[in-house]
């Protein structure tokens, strides 16, 4: 990994204006946000050239202490104002930040379309298994049997898995990653944001005050240490034994491949009607 | 019972004490602590009910449709950028002539974002055939809920209840809950003409032509008219449980007042301190507190207002392009009928605290004023 001093960070936060962040000590929020920021430092992209989008939720709040072009949405809907603003510059880079909540729930149509339509966009899914910003009502990512406030006996329903979901919704970059694993986050942002195309990143994190409370984990540390000892690379699927891999959760780079961008595919086809616009305008004139 | 609680938990019992069946909901602050409480209640087998935690809104309002089209008792509960959320599916419930009781805690518009006190979130719904009731205290909300229920299943159009964010819902104040017994009597179960039902199969939303949908209209309308007074019949017999009354409008010390203040939610409760204030200084001030914005209680307005001379509205609302809409409501309604001059105030606008001497400010300068103006922006800084 490149040192990177914590001074290169700060260039790319509104700290004058925003600071202190609604952050509690101890959220995966702060820790996803510097990988990105170092992300983009080490790919070299203009705060100018870069927009942020958000929906609403606490990982949401992120666009807010950042100095890119930013735009902080309505609940669930950010993948739809993103959409809107690529096609409107695309030559910009749009990132999207949302929660579980608010790609999963509220938003979920949104996601599965983006990822259909394979549109660039690098959407990055915070994936806290709970409502962190209202008080711990249960996700479509709660996992069966954990306590919510909406839940006080635990979760019935199954779960998502954002990465199946977005991969055979045709989104053509997969990855997942934790807060825990900070390095390999950066490194899948740097891929994710070059990429041409839907780029869906699950960040699994830690909601210490709330969904830690209402499940008896008390300490930030335990919940890192947690997706450390719960996660195995890809790359070690091949290797390790089946009873080492069951129950475990896969992180790393689950699916790349290249396919038509949406917003290319529509430059073209107007490209085209031009081209045949030209040729009979071309074809009236010399007959006239 | 005598029990100290939030506004929102007061929505929660009001929820309970009307065996609601079905309750759909999806959080948002400053709502959250409805739902979640009745998540506890119905898990703690408190009520019979099933909870579902819908993902948005718009399919809260749906299940409460499917719920309630089936014959269950539904209710939701929601605030600002949700109840917009739902907007499709009141106009919905409205048509499809469905009693379901839905709170909205009063929240401002985003963005930018607030979660603040502004009713411009509930007034936008106003067209949607929903009965629309500002609760003003903790008890107001319990009871309206119940009571809610009882006018909705009879005139079948649904209610919207809706409070100030924090003033109301975060607030904790004394409320009498009444006895359960006393409840059932009163509120007896929902039980429709025409329901979802396997044995007897109907079919609900049907394509409607131009020979039908103008008709529906008017029975919505006839419905509404026919709720004023249930409204008060039902307010009657309630008290008689409860020794509380509930009116379309609750006017106090209007009597003999030179000057009424119209006002809704929060605001009216500060203003009734601030008419007893203005009343020790000899200024013959009333309040008329708005409960029920629809239907729309004009004669009811019109009996209450027809001594005074002048009349100041506070709208904690905008219309922008236009002014306050309980102003524009109001002056809708004496066109016609009286020519007493009406001022309009806005006041309070994304939940800035409205003192009572702002309010009494707000009096003595309608009371020095010879001209009425439409709108006075109160406070802002411009
Ligand atoms: C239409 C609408 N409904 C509800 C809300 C309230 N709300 C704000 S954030 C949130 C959930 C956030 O959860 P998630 O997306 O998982 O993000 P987290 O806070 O956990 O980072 C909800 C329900 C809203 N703002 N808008
Ligand atoms: S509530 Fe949870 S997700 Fe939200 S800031 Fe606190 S720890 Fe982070």
């Known amino acids: ?288 | 019972m005598k029990k100290t609680m939030m506004g929102n938990y007061a929505a929660s019992w009001g929820a309970q004490l009307s065996r609601v069946q079905v309750i759909a909901a999806y959080p948002i602050t400053p709502q959250t602590l409805i739902v979640e409480k009745l998540s506890e209640i119905v898990a703690n087998g408190e009520l019979d009910a099933e909870f579902i935690k819908v993902e948005s809104e718009h399919s809260a309002m749906s299940a409460c449709i499917g719920a309630s089209a089936t014959g269950a008792r539904a209710y939701t509960a929601t605030s600002a950028q949700g109840l917009a959320l739902m907007h499709e599916m009141l106009h919905w419930a409205a048509l499809a002539r469905l009693p379901i009781v839905l709170t909205n805690v009063n929240r401002a518009m985003a963005p930018g974002w607030s979660i603040w006190a502004d009713q411009n979130d509930s007034l936008s719904q106003r067209d949607t055939g929903l009965m629309h009731i500002f609760a003003s205290s903790s008890q107001d909300i319990l009871d309206s809920t119940i009571l809610g229920y009882k006018v909705s299943e009879q005139v079948l159009l649904p209610t919207l209840i809706s409070f100030d964010a924090f003033f109301l819902s975060h607030t904790v104040e004394v409320v009498d809950m009444p006895l359960i017994e006393d409840v059932d009597k009163f509120l007896p179960p929902y039980n429709p003409e025409y329901k979802l039902d396997v044995n007897d199969p109907r079919s609900f939303g049907a394509l409607t032509s131009e020979e039908h949908y103008y008709e529906f209209r008017y029975k919505m309308q006839k419905a509404m008219e026919d709720a004023i007074g249930l409204i008060k019949k039902e307010g009657r017999e309630y008290e008689k449980l409860t020794s509380r009354y509930y009116d379309l409008i609750h006017p106090y010390r209007c009597e003999d007042a030179d000057l009424i203040l119209v006002t809704s939610g929060t605001i009216a409760e500060t203003t009734n301190v601030a008419v007893d204030e203005l009343r020790e200084e000899g200024k013959k001030v009333g309040n008329l507190r708005i409960r029920v914005i629809r239907p729309y209680p004009k004669q009811d307005i019109l009996k209450a207002i027809k001594n005074c001379s002048k009349i100041a509205v506070i709208d904690r609302n905008i219309s922008c392009g236009y002014h306050g809409i309980f102003a524009q409501e109001l002056k809708s309604a004496l066109y016609n009928e009286t020519d007493i001059p009406v001022w309009g105030y806005l006041a309070g606008i994304g939940g800035r605290d409205v003192k009572i001497e702002n309010i009494k400010e707000i009096s003595d300068e309608t009371l020095k004023s010879k001209e009425p103006e439409d709108m006075i922006m109160k406070g802002v800084k411009v």
Request: aromatic share 8%; proline share 5%; glycine share 8%.
């Open chain 1, 1 to 288: 990994m490149k040192n990177i001093p914590q001074k290169v960070i700060h260039q790319y936060l509104r700290h004058q204006k925003k600071f202190p962040h609604v952050w509690c000590a101890g959220c995966g929020n702060g820790i996803i946000l510097g990988d990105l920021l170092r992300a983009i430092y080490n790919l070299g992209i203009k705060k100018d050239n870069i927009a942020m989008v958000s929906g609403i939720g606490c990982s949401s709040r992120m666009p807010v202490y950042v100095d890119f072009n930013t735009l902080h949405t309505t609940h669930g809907r950010a993948i739809a104002f993103a959409t809107g603003l690529k096609f409107a510059k695309p030559e910009m880079h749009v990132i999207v930040i949302t929660g579980d909540g608010d790609a999963a729930a509220i938003g979920g149509n949104h996601l599965i379309h983006a990822a259909r339509r394979n549109i660039d966009l690098t959407i990055i899914i915070i994936n806290n298994s709970i409502y962190g910003m209202t008080g711990g009502q249960y996700s479509p990512t709660t996992p069966t049997g954990k306590k919510a406030t909406t839940a006080p006996y635990g979760s019935i329903e199954p779960t998502f898995d954002l990465c199946e979901l977005s991969r055979c919704a045709g989104a053509s970059f997969v990855a997942r990653s934790t807060a825990y694993h900070t390095i390999e986050t950066r490194k899948i942002f740097e891929k994710a944001i070059l990429k041409k195309g839907c780029s869906v990143i699950e960040v699994i994190s830690q909601c210490p005050v709330v969904y830690g409370r209402l499940n008896n984990i008390t300490s930030p540390v335990k919940m890192l240490e947690w997706q450390r000892d719960n996660t195995i690379p890809v790359s070690a699927i091949s290797k390790l034994p089946a009873e080492k891999i069951k129950g475990k959760i896969v992180r790393g780079i689950i699916h790349d491949v290249d396919k038509p961008e949406f917003t290319e595919e529509y430059d073209k086809l107007v490209k085209q009607f031009e081209k045949q616009s030209d040729n009979y305008k071309n074809n009236t004139k010399n007959n006239s």
